[in-house]
């Protein structure tokens, strides 16, 4: 069963910084991962899709990368501001067992930037 | 365009009535998902429509769940009799294609059972 473990659980940056964010799942043969992010009492924004064939994505001050041989991901965030304030979730798609392709999300990162 | 819309955004009901929550996605999305995600326990997957073919309903909880999709559009999740532990945010998810799509997620139905 795939398990997705995104560290740290919270971090907390003053505004500037640049900052990484991780995520690992156990089993490599996925066919995509998703970066969100969740506002308090808000839905999922995407913010970055990795099909399995790449090895990164960027958007603007954000920039995500894929090693599936490793079982790792990562979203680098690039001077950081008070917006990007925000809990970010690690997604991936793969066989989830019963003739299931599903998302298996992480826990999450609670990120607060410091004014 | 418009993005994925679900009501209602806030639902308050009594144990054991029924409970209909609504999904509208992003016009054109053949594929449409729900989840659930409570305190402590993330975002779980439910169930996933795509296009015509049979649903996969292999992350429904318990029977009392269910959920249509009429004209491969909007979607009806179904609670009967419902549970205390079914408190949670519900949210709805569509994406262009299948397997490879990005999806995209309205902003969540928060059901409290009293």
Redesign the interface.
């Known amino acids: 069963k795939q398990e997705v473990t995104q560290i740290p659980a919270a971090l907390s940056v003053p505004e500037g910084e640049n900052l990484v964010l991780n995520c690992s799942f156990t089993d490599s043969a996925i066919y995509n991962l998703q970066w969100f992010r969740q506002d308090p009492g808000k839905g999922l924004t995407s913010l970055l899709l990795i099909q399995s064939s790449q090895r990164e994505q960027t958007s603007g001050r954000l920039n995500a990368s894929l090693d599936k041989s490793s079982g790792r991901s990562t979203l680098y965030i690039a001077a950081s501001q008070p917006g990007d304030s925000a809990t970010y979730l690690c997604a991936v798609r793969a066989y989830s067992g019963a003739g299931s392709y599903q998302l298996t999300f992480g826990k999450g990162t609670k990120l607060s930037v410091i004014p | 365009g418009a993005g994925?819309s679900q009501s209602p955004s806030n639902k308050v009901t009594e144990k054991g009535k029924d409970v209909e929550l609504r999904c509208d996605p992003i016009s054109g999305h053949t594929a449409l998902?729900w989840y659930r995600q409570s305190l402590g326990q993330?975002?779980e997957?439910l169930i996933?429509f795509q296009g015509n073919s049979a649903p996969?309903k292999?992350?429904l909880p318990s029977d009392r769940f269910s959920a249509e999709r009429t004209g491969g559009s909007v979607s009806t999740l179904t609670i009967q009799r419902t549970q205390q532990e079914d408190s949670a945010v519900y949210?709805c998810?569509s994406s262009l294609s299948g397997?490879?799509g990005?999806?995209?997620?309205?902003?969540?139905t928060r059901l409290t059972v009293t």
């Open positions: 994925v998902y993330g975002l997957f996933y996969d292999s992350g949210l998810a397997l490879r990005e999806q995209y997620f309205g902003p969540g």
